[in-house]
C-alpha cells in the first residue's frame, strides 16, 4: 500500500485519476509461482502452458473451489477494494473477463458445477455478481467498475450461450449503479454489443478490437466507438508501447510497435517502460479528446 501511495499520488499531483483493477486468475495460474495449486470453479485445466519463473510449464488440474472457498474470495475482493482506497486509488475494477476465475465461472466449457454457481446462466453470473456487490458494499458502487470480454477465447474460455449470457449478467449488476462497464474487445457490429449497450444504464467504455497497433487504426476506433454508444473509449498496449500516445494521435505521429507482448508481464523495464517518447522527452498527457469521445 506504501509503495502504491507514492504512485497514486504522482499521478494525482499531474492531474490524473487513477483505478485498481482487482484480478483472481483461477486456473490461469501455477504452483511455480504462487507456491500452491490453482482453484477453479471446476478440475478443468488450462489447455496451454503458463509461464511461471522457470520458463513455461504445462497447466496442472485447479482445485475445484468449495462453497466456503467461493465465500472467502468473496470477502478477499472487497477486502483488496478497502486497501486499493486507502492506497489512494479513485476506485477499483473488477475484473471478469479474459479467461480469469470470474470468467471461469461465466463459461460453460470451464463451469460444471451442478450448486448454486453452476449450470444456467443465472446461477453462472452469480459469483461475479456476489464480487462485484461486496466491492461496492465495501467502497461504494460509484467506485467500482466492471470488466467483461463476451465471446473472448484467450484461455481456453468457450461461450456456446454469450447471446443470453451477458445480458443476464448485466441485468444482475444494472442495479447497483456502478461507476462503469468496460467491454473488452468491443465490436459495435455484433448483437451482444448492441443488446449490453442498450440494457446497461450507466458509463459503458469500450476497449475496441484493433486491426492493427497505427495511428489510423487506434484514430479510429477513438472516433468510431462513440457513434456505437461508447462513452469512453479504453486504450492498453497502445499505452504501454507510446508512453506519449495522447501527443502522437493529436499529431498524427507513428507509433511505436509492441516488441514482444510477453515482456509486459515478466517485471523490469526491458519491454514495458522503456520504450521512447517522440523526441525523448515524456509526454505530461494523459487523456486527449477526439471528436468527442475520451480517451483514458
Do not use: C, K
Not at 165 to 181: C, G, I, K, M, Q
Request: zero cysteines.
Amino acid at each position: 500500500m506504501a509503495g502504491w501511495r507514492r504512485v497514486t499520488e504522482a499521478v494525482r499531483a499531474r492531474g490524473g485519476r487513477m483505478f485498481l483493477q482487482l484480478q483472481h486468475g483461477g486456473r490461469v495460474s501455477h504452483p511455480a509461482t504462487t507456491g500452491r495449486p490453482p482453484v477453479a470453479p471446476s478440475p478443468v485445466p488450462l489447455p496451454e502452458t503458463i509461464f511461471t519463473p522457470r520458463g513455461h510449464q504445462p497447466a496442472v488440474v485447479p482445485r475445484e473451489m468449495p462453497p466456503d472457498d467461493i465465500r472467502a474470495t468473496v470477502a478477499d475482493f472487497a477486502a483488496a477494494a478497502r486497501r486499493a482506497v486507502e492506497a489512494g486509488f479513485e476506485g477499483v475494477e473488477v475484473h471478469s473477463a479474459n479467461g480469469h476465475l470470474l470468467h471461469q465461472f461465466l463459461a460453460g466449457n470451464t463451469n460444471r458445477r451442478t450448486d448454486g454457481y453452476g449450470g444456467p446462466v443465472e446461477r453462472r453470473v452469480r459469483f461475479t455478481a456476489e464480487v462485484t456487490e461486496a466491492v461496492a458494499d465495501a467502497i461504494g458502487a460509484d467506485r467500482v467498475g466492471v470488466r467483461i470480454s463476451p465471446g473472448n477465447t484467450v484461455n481456453g474460455i468457450e461461450e456456446d450461450d454469450t447471446d443470453v449470457l451477458y445480458p443476464a449478467l448485466v441485468a444482475r449488476l444494472s442495479h447497483l449503479d456502478l461507476a462503469y462497464l468496460h467491454l473488452v474487445h468491443a465490436d459495435p457490429d455484433t448483437a451482444v454489443y448492441r443488446r449490453i449497450r442498450a440494457d446497461w444504464p450507466g458509463v459503458l467504455i469500450g476497449n475496441p478490437v484493433l486491426p492493427g497497433l497505427t495511428t489510423e487504426a487506434v484514430t479510429r476506433a477513438a472516433t468510431d466507438m462513440p457513434a456505437a454508444g461508447a462513452d469512453l473509449v479504453a486504450l492498453g498496449r497502445p499505452f504501454l508501447a507510446n508512453p506519449d500516445l495522447v501527443t502522437r494521435l493529436r499529431l498524427g505521429a507513428p507509433l511505436n510497435p509492441v516488441r514482444d507482448r510477453y515482456l509486459m508481464y515478466t517485471g523490469g523495464a526491458t519491454g514495458y517502460t522503456d520504450y521512447p517518447a517522440l523526441g525523448g522527452q515524456p509526454s505530461s498527457s494523459s487523456m486527449v479528446a477526439l471528436d468527442g469521445p475520451r480517451v483514458a
